[in-house]
């Protein structure tokens, strides 16, 4: 296939554009920022403009378009601001396919959508958490997730017969270098969300590999007989936790005590059955095989064990 894919410069869009590439797709990157290390060709465009947008996407015909562009952190612009530009990006994306013919459409979700966090209280209806869970978005970014997902059934309904949808949230997206200490998106290596576990209960301890969200892209391109407008969660097989998770859990997000007990030791807090039912598709990656530990001890001590 001829794959456009937006924000294809992005941390999670480097993985998806090699991974694309790697199957023998042709790539063409859609995006402000260039990055010509990529297997793809790059067009710089702001997707905002939808007359550019439109013409990018018309120029390129391609046979499915992956949505990734997007600001990709929550507060990281005021909420006015962030929530009309990613669902004005996603709009704008959305009438260029329907006006160039594309007939597949994916774009990326976020699991916040569930609501986890809320200043003022959150208590998950069941564990692990699956698509079926009730969404409760309670910031502009978790929002506009939330508004993407609708958008997609809502273009499933409409325009069903020539358009194939989905979206698909993520979870915390590590990218193949942040497994050997490179910082991840929120400033922290990996080794210090292990070690400090109050880091990665505020996501309730959700990750993925990008190369298997990519490997995810993948198979939902190639499985036209999933159903039409579905929203998949893509994670891990296990939490980012060195300890029990359901005891991890229990202590530092209390309001899941009660549900906790469902997710054995390693378990997932956010299930990707889904996936694996529809698409075939399974995480392949854990923290436990992927990730380089730094030497520990003082500066002396690492010396000593090298003399």
Known sequence: MKVVVTGGSGRLGRSVVRGLAHAGHAVVVLDRDIDPALPARSVAVDLADREATASALAEAEPDAVIHLAAIAVPFSAPEHELLAINTGLAMSVLDAVLACGCPRLLVASSPTVTGYGAPCGWEPTYLPIDEDHPVAPWNAYALSKATLEAMMAMAARRYGETLRTGAFRPCYVISPEEW????????????????????????????????????????????????????????????????????????????????????????????????????????????????????????????????
Do not use: C, K, M
Request: net charge negative.
């Open 180 to 307: 050997s200490g490179a910082v991840t998106q929120q400033g922290h290596t990996v080794t210090e969300r292990l070690d400090d576990p109050a880091l990665s209960a505020v996501a309730l301890f959700n990750y993925v590999d990008a190369r298997d969200a990519a490997d995810f892209v993948l198979a939902w391109l190639t499985h036209d007989d999933a159903p039409n407008g579905a929203t998949y969660i893509v994670g891990a097989v296990d939490s980012l936790v060195r300890e029990p998770v359901g005891e991890a859990l229990a202590r530092l997000v209390p309001s899941a005590a009660a549900a906790s007990s469902a997710l054995g030791d390693r378990g997932p807090v956010f299930s990707s059955a889904r996936a694996e039912r529809d698409l075939g598709w399974r995480a392949s990656r854990t923290w436990r095989d992927e990730l380089v530990e730094p030497p520990r001890g003082t500066e002396s001590e690492r010396q000593d064990s090298h003399a």
